[in-house]
């Protein structure tokens, strides 16, 4: 399975959400709402969840092992920096 589009939406807020990805893979299975998250460690990823009627989340979608979620990690980190550097350039005249 690989990934063939990671698309990322900077989000400004007080809170430490950074942004919101999609992402897709072999161009036919795409996932929303993946949360780009400051932590005391720098950028994390968390998965799409709902909440459960006793308050806390389950993922609803989500890598089963830790390689796939590097993968996915890394492709959403690549792009959300690459998103930051493009709000960040100076505008051309």
Known sequence: MKITDVRVKLVS??????GVATIT???S??????RIIEG???IF????SKKTPNGTFRDI???IHGEMR???EDAIVVAYNEAL?????????
């Not at 807020?13 to 950074?18: I, P, V, Y």
């Open 61 to 63: 979608a989500h890598p």
């Open 70 to 72: 590097k993968v996915i």
């Open 85 to 93: 550097s493009e709000t960040s350039e100076p505008e051309e005249e």
């Open 13 to 18: 807020s007080e809170s430490r959400l950074r």
């Open 29 to 34: 299975f795409v996932v929303h709402d993946i």
């Open 25 to 27: 893979f072999d161009e």
């Open 40 to 42: 005391e460690n720098g």
């Open 45 to 48: 990823v968390a998965m799409p």
